[in-house]
């Protein structure tokens, strides 16, 4: 600053030596003459009253225009105070929503709402508010559903639409669509969601809902490939993104329960390790044998049970009429070599000789099973195995354990 200082100084003193040097070196005069008047002046004093009046005229000049200007920048000023004031309202409001006091916000929202920007101009069409009003707009919308005002709700709603042209078109879309889906109102967020266009669908956020819009509607393949999508693009988690994935796969599952053929070619064709899940192969295993669908559920289950071993399985293995029984009673008898105690194999193994009417081989797997792990079923498959054979002492000896086992399907017999 010092320096700074200094240097104008020496500009300053710079000019005064040169203006006094020139001074001296014109000596002329200028002379007027206005008879019977006759004025003489130096021609340096005439050039100083020349600036001199030339900088009067320029501040008299700039002193017309701004005031000729002063409405105007009043008019700009308290635009200005305006717009800042309510920058601050609409920041008040979003922070009380956020805060979940939304009967406030409203009330915020409502002033703001009632306030003229110009002598006939409401904010929401005043070009100048558009950010304000926008903010103001979704928030209240929000917080008109969150409170259940049906009737606020519509009218921020074409508030909001009246911003559309200011660049809110894609925020209020989103808007509506979480509101659709918080209501479980799919096929109006599905409305919604087609008037988004191609780009804006293709963003992470619009595919999170897209993705709860097709749960909602049971659409389990769309809801797949969205799952699928977003743990490519790492939006979600491999642990986030795999009950996602199963979900949906039950739920195709269960669409193609009555068409064994597409069942299994869906099985064949999904992820490693979605078919290695206990579950989903346990319910496509179900869906094939109620659906009379034996040689491919046996496929299934034989395929899961070589590589992972779930007991659970053997149920809708044993329990399919039909197909090749002899192949599933040696597939069975392979698999008890590595696992001679589990009853669930003991007592798949009893149920496929039953039908088989191997009966020596099914009474002895079936008491193999009830000495490991007694169960209803067992019990009364071995009753009525007995029944069979005519041994009725023995048969109601199994028939009254499986009634102490509370077993809803055993008859009561003395």
Same mark, same amino acid.
């Given at each position: 600053?010092?320096?700074?200082?200094?240097?104008?100084?020496?500009?300053?003193?710079?000019?005064?030596?040169?203006?006094?040097?020139?001074?001296?070196?014109?000596?002329?005069?200028?002379?007027?003459?206005?008879?019977? &008047?006759?004025?003489?002046?130096?021609?340096?004093?005439?050039?100083?009253? %020349?600036?001199?009046?030339?900088?009067?005229?320029?501040?008299?000049?700039?002193?017309? !225009?701004?005031?000729?200007?002063?409405?105007?920048?009043?008019?700009?000023?308290?635009?200005?105070?305006?717009?800042?004031?309510?920058?601050?309202?609409?920041?008040?409001?979003?922070?009380?929503?956020?805060? *979940?006091?939304?009967?406030?916000?409203?009330?915020?929202?409502?002033?703001?709402?009632?306030?003229?920007? *110009?002598?006939?101009?409401?904010?929401?069409?005043?070009?100048?508010?558009?950010?304000?009003?926008? !903010?103001?707009?979704?928030?209240?919308?929000?917080?008109?559903?969150?409170?259940?005002?049906?009737?606020?709700?519509?009218?921020? %709603?074409?508030?909001?639409? +009246?911003?559309?042209?200011?660049?809110?078109?894609?925020?209020?879309?989103?808007?509506?669509?979480?509101?659709?889906?918080?209501?479980?109102?799919?096929?109006?967020?599905?409305?919604?969601?087609?008037?988004?266009?191609?780009?804006?669908?293709?963003?992470?956020?619009?595919?999170?809902? +897209?993705?709860?819009?097709?749960?909602?509607?049971?659409?389990?393949?769309?809801?797949?490939?969205?799952?699928?999508?977003?743990?490519?693009?790492?939006?979600?988690?491999?642990?986030?993104?795999?009950?996602?994935?199963?979900?949906?796969?039950?739920?195709?599952?269960?669409?193609?329960?009555?068409?064994?053929?597409?069942?299994?070619?869906? &099985?064949?064709?999904?992820?490693?390790?979605?078919?290695?899940?206990?579950?989903?192969?346990?319910?496509?295993?179900?869906?094939?044998?109620?659906?009379?669908?034996?040689?491919?559920?046996?496929?299934?289950?034989?395929?899961?049970?070589?590589?992972?071993?779930?007991?659970?399985?053997?149920?809708?293995?044993?329990?399919?009429? *039909?197909?090749?029984?002899?192949?599933?009673?040696?597939?069975?008898?392979?698999?008890?070599?590595?696992?001679?105690?589990?009853?669930?194999?003991?007592?798949?193994?009893?149920?496929?000789?039953?039908?088989?009417?191997?009966?020596?081989?099914?009474?002895?797997?079936?008491?193999?099973?009830?000495?490991?792990?007694?169960?209803?079923?067992?019990?009364?498959?071995?009753?009525?195995?007995?029944?069979?054979?005519?041994?009725?002492?023995?048969?109601?000896?199994?028939?009254?354990?499986?009634?102490?086992?509370?077993?809803?399907?055993?008859?009561?017999?003395?």
């Amino acid at each position: 600053m010092m320096l700074r200082a200094l240097l104008w100084l020496l500009i300053i003193a710079a000019l005064a030596t040169g203006g006094a040097l020139l001074g001296r070196l014109t000596e002329g005069y200028v002379l007027w003459v206005l008879p019977p &008047w006759r004025v003489e002046l130096s021609f340096n004093l005439f050039v100083l009253l %020349q600036l001199a009046l030339l900088a009067a005229g320029y501040l008299l000049l700039r002193l017309i !225009i701004n005031t000729l200007r002063l409405p105007a920048v009043v008019a700009a000023y308290r635009a200005r105070r305006a717009k800042e004031r309510r920058a601050r309202v609409a920041s008040e409001a979003l922070r009380l929503f956020w805060e *979940g006091r939304y009967s406030q916000a409203l009330k915020l929202a409502d002033a703001f709402a009632r306030e003229k920007v *110009g002598a006939d101009e409401a904010p929401f069409a005043h070009q100048r508010d558009e950010a304000s009003a926008g !903010i103001v707009a979704l928030t209240a919308l929000k917080a008109a559903h969150a409170l259940r005002d049906a009737e606020r709700s519509a009218l921020w %709603q074409a508030r909001a639409a +009246a911003l559309d042209e200011c660049g809110w078109r894609s925020a209020r879309l989103m808007t509506l669509l979480q509101i659709a889906l918080e209501e479980r109102d799919f096929a109006r967020a599905r409305e919604v969601y087609h008037e988004l266009n191609p780009q804006e669908r293709r963003r992470i956020s619009v595919l999170r809902l +897209a993705l709860r819009l097709a749960q909602g509607e049971n659409d389990w393949a769309e809801a797949l490939r969205i799952a699928r999508l977003l743990e490519r693009r790492h939006a979600l988690s491999a642990d986030q993104a795999r009950p996602l994935r199963l979900a949906a796969q039950r739920g195709l599952i269960m669409q193609l329960a009555a068409e064994p053929a597409q069942l299994m070619r869906h &099985w064949r064709g999904m992820a490693a390790d979605e078919r290695a899940d206990a579950q989903l192969a346990r319910l496509a295993a179900r869906q094939l044998a109620a659906a009379g669908a034996c040689a491919e559920c046996a496929e299934l289950v034989e395929a899961f049970l070589d590589v992972h071993w779930e007991p659970a399985l053997l149920d809708a293995y044993a329990a399919c009429p *039909g197909g090749d029984e002899v192949g599933r009673i040696a597939h069975c008898e392979k698999w008890l070599t590595h696992h001679p105690q589990d009853a669930d194999l003991l007592f798949a193994l009893g149920r496929l000789c039953l039908r088989r009417e191997l009966w020596g081989k099914a009474q002895s797997y079936l008491e193999a099973a009830l000495a490991v792990a007694p169960s209803c079923a067992a019990h009364l498959e071995l009753a009525r195995l007995l029944d069979r054979l005519e041994r009725p002492d023995e048969a109601a000896r199994h028939y009254r354990a499986a009634a102490a086992l509370a077993c809803p399907e055993a008859p009561r017999k003395s």
